[in-house]
């Protein structure tokens, strides 16, 4: 059974949803021009791209290759890029930071310390991260508040320092995403149908049984507070806005 069959149930707000992601989206580009989207190339950014695409606004897509990533994930690209008409932007860790690391300590670091790891996603996320946010007015998330606890409280707009965190995701449904997924036809990651709601690097990923929440399979070996790699730490409350006529409250289903 695919992942569509089992999770296509879209909210009472849908319509809604996504007319409000859109709308965003256009609010956002009239005013912060130089776009990119971060794409974790998991089903809530492939629903972002096309986004993007019916609001008819400009932006870039880039995608952190942290050398880690399952081949189903990076099968992913080419097809985007046929469908869209657009190119990538692929930023890679700096290879004598990766090779350093590894050969100090080993492989399987990330399994051994929360330090590690979080060292090993400085490198392989967060470096290449600053890189591609470098120059642009704003970054598009596929960040929804269902995901996490450490996610409840994602803000649709974020001014960070030089650039705005837009999130037009936020109060979507995990049945919302699957049912644009499945009325667009989108071609989406296959580890989804295998019962992996989040997907990262190939080591610090697996799927998960019934009952768990969205993220327990990411760097499942550690403690539910740590379960972040940087890229979407949520800032201090004062560091949070909304655009002109934004909504950022939370809409319940």
Known sequence: MSAIDLYNHPSAQYAARVERAIALLREVASTHPRLTQASSLGVEDVVVTHLIHLAGIRSRVFVLETGRLHDETLALIPQIEQRYGLSIDRYKPVEEAVVHFVQKNGDDAMFRSIGLRKACCDIRKMEPLGRALQGVDGWITGLRREQSNARAEAAEVIQEPGR???????????????????????????????????????????????????????????????????????????????LPNSRTERNTA
């Open 164 to 242: 705005v965190k837009i999130s037009p995701l936020v109060d979507w449904t995990w049945g919302d995403v699957w049912h644009f997924v499945a009325e667009h036809r989108l071609a989406y990651n296959p580890l989804h149908d295998q019962f992996f709601p989040s997907i990262g690097c190939e080591p610090c990923t697996r799927a998960i049984s019934v009952g768990e929440d969205f993220r327990a399979g990411r760097w499942w070996w550690e403690q539910d507070n740590a379960k972040e790699c940087g890229l979407h730490v949520q800032p201090a409350a004062d560091s949070v806005s909304a």
